[in-house]
């Protein structure tokens, strides 16, 4: 039990349990992260060494977003079964099938592997929204999501450095066994700490009140199981689904294609890669906090909670457009900040829309509806992944900068226009 010195000798208990509960899953997400990310950064050295070409790339990043699309089969089972035995199993998993990489061999080895990894790896974000759903109250829910997706972001910043390390000192493989390490060891720590707000021994009641008592009361009501055939045919879920599917391909970009496009068309070499691949994502963490922000701002300005995550939305599609001109400018410096641009905004968005499903859903409904959500948000980066890698060689990145450029702001409409608040 976690407890404070008290008056009188003493011991009172520790108001804060939620923040800590987020604060052990943010190391989650940064392993998630860095686990998915490290094959992007070492993609030029396992590509050479393996003799793969960027088509076959493009199927073994696709394996991986075949594999994430089963989101809705994780969040139906953690709805089903809780997050504690749940998310366990998930994470132990995810870290045994990431060693498994650093025994791989040919492409077709990886995109089996890659498959695997995303099937269980899909269980992040149901698992998330959940969490924040059922420990926090509503007006904290923003920022209890934009801290957990720093995790996302900071996985993908500690990649670079990982890989050049690895390289330098033993091999790409390296990398693979230390991440898939650190995943084992956090399933300690979750299985330690971790349980229901219901059953949590070291928290208090008034901070059990402060949970439940936030709770939207529309929101709050328990089944048995996830109503599959209701919440499917709800059309909230398919305007977050839509909006995802056109954000997702950004993060595609950046995670999995961004190294090769530095070394094939600005011409870094492996210290560069460490130095500069890591900062859109430093740049995406601050995102992550700049979106709850907005919808804080706009919501003291008498806005909706909704609406006011609609218009956060709104704002990182508009700064999205900056990655347009990411092949056209001629300096290296340049086309690095805008990347950074655009996984600032990026993030700023993402952590908004993927939030809305705790302000839309039941909390028996949030997980599955998140996988759902991000079943369409890979079927995006899946769909762009393999356009791009069999077009790149002919046409290069910058049509597909442009896309990237436009996208968001279709997405923005689709909120706009298709989301119903809840009674």
Known sequence: MVTLPARGGRLRRFPYIRWTIIGLFVGAMVINYLTRSILGVAAPAIMAEQHISSAQYSWITGAFQLGI????????????????????????VWSLITMGHGLATGWMGFAGLRGALGLVEGSAQPAGMKLVAEWFPARERGVAGGIYQIGASFGAVFAPPLVAWAVLNHSWRAAFFVAGGLGLLWVIAWLLWYAPPGRHRALSERERTLIVEGQEAALAKRRRRPPLRE???????????????????????????????????????????????????????????????????????GISLVDARRGAFTVGAVLMTGMMFVGT??????????????????????????????????????????????????????????VLGSMVDQVGYQPFFILLGLLDLVGAALLWTLVRKTA
């Open 329 to 386: 400018v001629t300096s290296p410096i340049a086309a690095v900040a805008l990347l950074c641009l655009g996984g600032f905004a990026h993030q700023t968005l993402s952590v908004t829309v993927i939030t809305m499903s705790s302000d839309l859903f039941p909390q028996d409904q949030v997980a599955t509806a998140t996988g759902v959500s991000g079943t369409a948000a890979n079927l995006g980066v899946l769909i762009f992944t393999l």
């Open 231 to 301: 919440l499917l045919g709800q059309r909230n879920l398919w305007a977050i689904a839509g909006a995802r599917f056109l954000a997702d391909p950004v993060w595609g970009m950046l995670s999995l294609w961004m190294p090769l496009y530095l070394v094939q068309a600005r011409h870094f070499d492996l210290t560069q890669i460490a130095m500069f691949a890591w900062l859109p994502f430093l740049a995406a963490d601050l995102g992550c906090l700049f979106g709850p922000a907005v919808v804080a701002w706009l919501q003291r300005r």
């Open 69 to 92: 699309m089963f989101q809705p089969v994780a969040g139906y089972l953690l709805d089903l079964i809780g997050l504690k035995v749940g998310f366990t199993l998930f994470v132990a």
